[in-house]
């Protein structure tokens, strides 16, 4: 914990049960995946799966950042940056294999899924399965508000304070 952090913990009185619940979430978040990069504090619901995969995924987590309960944020491969003070609410499910960045103070309503990669369905003969995926880059910019059950598919770029719903 850093200074500053611990400033604001005594400013704000921030030793209530639910922050110490939190600060154990985060705890322990860091001791088992040292190999994503944490900028801040986290607060992490109940239920939250964040994984990276070791020497394929490069998982960022911004200062702030809130992650609701029973959210899944997955880096298969490539990047997945998350700027500082992003909120998640409940239920949202992130998948990257090549490049996600969401921007600072954007807000994610529940439901919501984000992914930068589509299955292969060029060939009918050939399970879809087994014919590969393709990946296009996602950008959300900063201050974004994304609505409840709205899907950001491969290729997307959504400009700084944009609504999507």
């Given at each position: 914990?850093?200074?500053?952090?611990?400033?604001?913990?005594?400013?704000?009185?921030?030793?209530?049960?639910?922050?110490?619940?939190?600060?154990?979430?985060?705890?322990?978040?860091?001791?088992?995946?040292?190999?994503?990069?944490?900028?801040?504090?986290?607060?992490?619901?109940?239920?939250?799966?964040?994984?990276?995969?070791?020497?394929?995924?490069?998982?960022?987590?911004?200062?702030?950042?809130?992650?609701?309960?029973?959210?899944?944020?997955?880096?298969?491969?490539?990047?997945?940056?998350?700027?500082?003070?992003?909120?998640?609410?409940?239920?949202?499910?992130?998948n990257a294999y090549l490049d996600i960045e969401i921007g600072a103070g954007s807000i994610i309503s529940d439901w919501v899924y984000v992914c930068d990669f589509d299955h292969v369905t060029e060939d009918i003969y050939r399970p879809i399965k087994d014919?590969?995926?393709?990946?296009?880059?996602?950008?959300?910019?900063?201050?974004?508000?994304?609505?409840?059950?709205?899907?950001?598919?491969?290729?997307?770029?959504?400009?700084?304070?944009?609504?999507?719903?």
């Open positions: 914990m850093t200074m500053a952090s611990a400033r604001w913990v005594i400013r704000n009185r921030a030793w209530s049960p639910w922050y110490l619940i939190c600060y154990w979430r985060f705890l322990v978040f860091k001791v088992r995946n040292p190999h994503i990069i944490t900028t801040g504090f986290v607060f992490f619901g109940k239920h939250v799966e964040v994984n990276a995969r070791k020497g394929y995924g490069r998982m960022i987590l911004g200062r702030w950042v809130h992650l609701g309960d029973n959210n899944r944020l997955r880096c298969h491969e490539g990047n997945l940056v998350i700027g500082d003070k992003c909120v998640f609410g409940r239920e949202n499910t992130v014919q590969g995926i393709v990946k296009s880059p996602v950008r959300i910019g900063p201050d974004v508000w994304i609505g409840t059950k709205a899907t950001v598919l491969r290729g997307t770029t959504v400009g700084n304070g944009s609504v999507l719903g």
